[in-house]
């Protein structure tokens, strides 16, 4: 299963019928960078956004690319890493509130990197656990 298949259901079961999968594939791509036909999410993007904004985000980046448990994160955080607006036009193109769709998206996108960075792979974008501390020293050092 594809990370966009991923979100999709994990959107779906949060919403419930109220939305048909190729609407939330059509508004996640869109959002995450890809389509729904190409599957194409900018995950590692995800991850610069976090590292680069700092307040704990650090830690609960590297809990989703880790083999641990997720730590959650808040639907205020979700439209600070994607983009207010972006978030906002989720939620429009799904014809959902848009706190809901904040919501939605805390559940899913944690999910997702996690899946993503199965055995590196977004990991390995990055430089690394060690790459990604790196990039974040950076900004705080």
């Given at each position: 299963m594809?990370?966009?298949?991923i979100?999709?259901?994990l959107?779906?079961s949060?919403?419930?019928?109220n939305?048909n ?5 059509d ?8 389509t729904?036909?190409?599957?194409g999410i900018d995950l590692a993007g995800?991850?610069n956004?976090m ?11 590297g809990?989703?690319?880790g ?8 639907a205020?955080?979700i439209?600070?890493?994607l983009?207010?607006?972006?978030v906002a ?6 014809g959902?509130?848009?706190d809901?769709a ?5 559940e899913?996108?944690p999910?997702m990197?996690?899946k ?9 974008a ?7 501390l790196n990039?974040a020293r950076k900004f705080?050092?």
């Amino acid at each position: 299963m594809d990370l966009m298949q991923i979100g999709v259901q994990l959107i779906q079961s949060k919403l419930g019928n109220n939305v048909n999968d190729s609407g939330i594939a059509d508004a996640l791509g869109a959002l995450l960078g890809g389509t729904s036909n190409s599957g194409g999410i900018d995950l590692a993007g995800i991850v610069n956004n976090m590292l680069t904004q700092g307040g704990g985000l650090e830690n609960i980046i590297g809990s989703w690319l880790g083999d641990g448990a997720n730590e959650s994160i808040s639907a205020g955080q979700i439209k600070d890493i994607l983009g207010g607006d972006k978030v906002a036009a989720f939620a429009n193109q799904l014809g959902i509130d848009e706190d809901i769709a904040a919501d939605s998206l805390a559940e899913a996108v944690p999910q997702m990197v996690d899946k993503g960075s199965t055995g590196g792979s977004l990991l390995d974008a990055v430089g690394g656990i060690d790459g990604a501390l790196n990039l974040a020293r950076k900004f705080f050092g």
